[in-house]
């Protein structure tokens, strides 16, 4: 069965730095296009950054120049390197996946699996 365990997050000021780490299992990792969304309370689940299966990468316009989206498939391991934190980083921070990207990169429903989530807190 699909698993994707995110792992990395934790408690910073801004400015800092985390990395997120995204180990996938149970399907082909390397023929999948993966993403990360974040979910802050009161607010809906937003695309962060996607990587597909041809390495096309996209970010959200928050992110861009500040975080890094990338992938190793002999691992199977996703990653996300935030940099120049904010206050409006905080969120929780979701690994989602799906063997055929059909819709935008940013919409939580073209994904077929996702992981439980880890918690990025950034404060001022």
């Known amino acids: 069965q699909v698993q994707l365990v995110e792992s990395g997050g934790g408690s910073v000021q801004a400015g800092g730095s985390l990395r997120l780490s995204c180990a996938a299992s149970?399907?082909?990792?390397?023929?999948?296009?993966m993403a990360w969304f974040r979910q802050a309370p009161g607010l809906d689940r937003e695309g962060v950054a996607a990587?597909?299966?041809?390495?096309?990468?996209s970010y959200a316009d928050s992110v861009k120049g500040r975080f890094t989206i990338s992938r190793d498939n002999a691992k199977n391991i996703l990653f996300l390197q935030m940099s120049s934190l904010k206050p409006e980083d905080t969120a929780m921070y979701y690994c989602?996946?799906?063997?055929?990207?059909?819709?935008?990169?940013?919409?939580?429903?073209?994904?077929?699996?996702w992981g439980q989530g880890t918690q990025v807190t950034v404060s001022s």
């Open positions: 149970g399907y082909t990792f390397r023929s999948a296009s």
């Open positions: 989602a996946a799906v063997r055929t990207l059909g819709g935008r990169w940013s919409a939580p429903g073209a994904y077929s699996y």
């Open positions: 990587i597909g299966r041809d390495g096309i990468i």
